[in-house]
């Protein structure tokens, strides 16, 4: 009971503590700042705005009731960007100040001579409204906003009169693609087609109910996507990666025009776009195809998706360069899992090997009922791993008649076969084909590095894997 007694009395004495300071200060603190609420500039909740002009230094917009709906003057409804919408529409209902300024001998002091925005309002029960917005407030960075009909003056928090500094390009939704929910934008991406004046590539996602796609990912081991045009080649995962992850979620800095005209369509460059882009993904419930044209002006990308009428410029870190077969398709030459491999046949003109494979307890290799060091034997195949050639320069030519130079033919578990041929097309390149499709070309040094280190893997001999 004391111990209660004690407390209320401590508390009562700060009570008092707190009053006397706050009487002793009187008129020395500063003007009271309005509280959460704020100082209410209008309320119109009680009718309904009909229409509103608004017009700053950077242009002006109206705000339009069409039924039961609103829009933004010259924005098509599949361009507008409605959360903002709903923003100007919440600001033309209720304003709400920080505080109000009853005693203003000079409208001058506060920007009002020449005001950086007017807004002007009419509602459906006969009200206007007419708001000026002047200058900055030096501390806090709000404005200075006054009625048309009050003397007073008001302050408004600076992110309060956003909207009322907005042009109608900035009402325009700059999601061009939405990005994917939980999965990666490469997971999502079931095809993409990138078609440049000189070239055409398309990559598709391996699937089960694509067989040749899974057959043909095989010989690479592990493929997410394969190309597909202009031949069968394993996607450069890299690249593809760093595209989609551009593309799926692309969002503009800005839209630079609505409703192009021709002559804006040809100023930056929409009359005959550097790059088109067909994508189709699936991840939200259902296939979805996209046309996405760009654009490069000077230093900066800019994008246009098909119908929909609108000139977007794109981050200054979005580049669209690296979007061409040399980038897409893999350098890597194909070699299927060593888990996945029965057999591998090395014939060349200089020899032949036929490594066979037992994998139920770790890796058994022979040739010729001998075993081989398996260490070994995964060094050798790490080599082969490592073997590349240059995409951009691929003949297309049907394989030639000729003996090969080298033969690399892999016998899967799953019982396929996967051959890998290389033929001499000058004194330091060949040619490589898989399954008798052209890839690319490779140097000739790697044929005979390989050659010379399956001859001395048979042999127990060390040998280089560098080429």
Known sequence: MKTDQKRVLI?????????????MMGESVAPAVAGDEGVAVYDFSSTTLIQATIENEQGSYRVIREGDAYTIS????????????????????TLVAEEKIEDVSDLSTFGFDTPGAVIRAQYEDGSELVLLVGAQEPISGGYYVKRNDEAGVYCLRKARSARFFMTEERFVNLVLIEPPGSRSPLAALAQLTVIRPDEIIEISRVTEDLPALMKASEAYGVASHMVTVPGLYRADETSLVRLSDMLLGLLADQAVSISPSLETLASYGFDNPSIRFLIRRDDRGANEEIELFVNQVEDRWYAMLEGVPAIYRLPSHIDFGTAHTASLISNRLPGPLLPDVKRLSVIGEAGAYSFTFDHEV???VRFEEETIDSDEFRRFYKMLASGYGDPSERSGAKAPTEHPALRLVWELLDG?????????????????????????SVRKAFLSAVLDAA?????GESFETTW
């Open 11 to 23: 508390l009562s004495i700060a009570l008092l503590l707190t009053l006397l300071s706050y009487f």
């Open 74 to 93: 010259a924005v098509p409804d599949a361009l507008l960007n409605r959360d903002y919408l709903a923003m100007i529409l919440s600001d033309l209902t």
């Open 362 to 364: 770790g890796l058994e």
């Open 416 to 440: 396929e076969t996967i051959e890998l041929t290389f033929y001499s097309n000058s004194v330091q390149m060949a040619e490589a084909y898989l399954d008798g499709k052209p890839l690319f």
């Open 455 to 459: 001859g001395k893997v048979v042999a």
